[in-house]
């Protein structure tokens, strides 16, 4: 499957601080999704987003559709040292497909 | 959310054996599953889509005699590993697509692979 451009890579960041991270794709999705992996686990769904422009917060996190449906972000406020994981974010160009994954960002955060 | 149960966790063989993973969605029926491997520190990469009852579909550069995909019933599909071999060794994740919802995913917890 085609890899989407995620970014940043990796972030090191005090506890406390907020967290921005996106992908982007050269193609149109129909839905972005945004996992949380621990280490030496399967993925787990943040949130999912189904539309242009569409903002949908869990919690601490908020991610947001992008209008051109060929990006997404996914923010982090008040960060606490069990966000601590590798996020990916992932998309459909059609229902019922695989996803296609970006990879990764791996967060660190230090108490 | 929806609950996928992998299983073992890890695994390790001989080379030249073959190994059975399982993958179970607990609470919903998975009219499709996939499969993908990961290597350290990568990204998820697609091996194989299984739907209920027919061939796995297997992406390119991906040995379905090696990997054998079996999706007998509507919660369970089984990778096998055929005659492993160290290049083998990885992290093995199933996940399963429901009726409902079906853009979202819901993985399994993951299997260690390593083939001595």
């Known amino acids: 499957g085609q890899q989407l451009n995620q970014s940043p890579q990796s972030m090191f960041i005090q506890e406390g601080e907020d967290v921005s991270m996106n992908c982007t794709s050269s193609?149109?999705?129909?839905?972005w999704l945004w996992y949380k992996q621990d280490p030496g686990e399967g993925p787990v769904l943040l949130i999912a987003?189904?539309?242009?422009?569409e903002l949908t917060s869990n919690g601490r996190l908020t991610a947001q559709f992008g209008i051109t449906r060929k990006d997404s972000f996914l923010n982090i406020s008040a960060s606490i040292p069990s966000d601590v994981g590798i996020y990916f974010c992932?998309?459909?160009?059609?229902?019922?497909?695989?996803?296609?994954f970006g990879k990764g960002t791996s967060l660190l955060v230090t108490p | 959310g929806a609950v996928v149960s992998q299983h073992p966790s890890w695994v390790i063989c001989k080379s030249g054996t073959s190994v059975k993973i399982e993958c179970r969605s607990l609470?919903?029926?998975?009219?499709?599953m996939f499969w993908y491997r990961q290597f350290p520190k990568q990204s998820l990469m697609l091996m194989a889509t299984?739907?209920?009852?027919?061939?796995?579909?297997?992406e390119q550069g991906v040995e379905k005699d090696k990997f054998l995909i079996n999706h007998a019933s509507l919660t369970l599909s089984t990778l096998t590993v055929t005659s492993a071999h160290p290049e083998d060794s990885s992290f093995y994740i199933c996940?399963?697509?429901?009726?409902?919802?079906?853009?979202?995913?819901?993985f399994g917890s993951g299997t260690q692979l390593s083939v001595l």
């Open positions: 609470d919903f029926q998975a009219t499709t």
């Open positions: 996940s399963a697509q429901g009726d409902r919802e079906i853009e979202k995913l819901f």
């Open positions: 992932a998309g459909h160009k059609n229902s019922g497909y695989a996803l296609n």
């Open positions: 193609s149109i999705f129909n839905t």
């Open positions: 299984s739907n209920e009852g027919s061939k796995a579909t297997y």
């Open positions: 987003l189904y539309k242009a422009g």
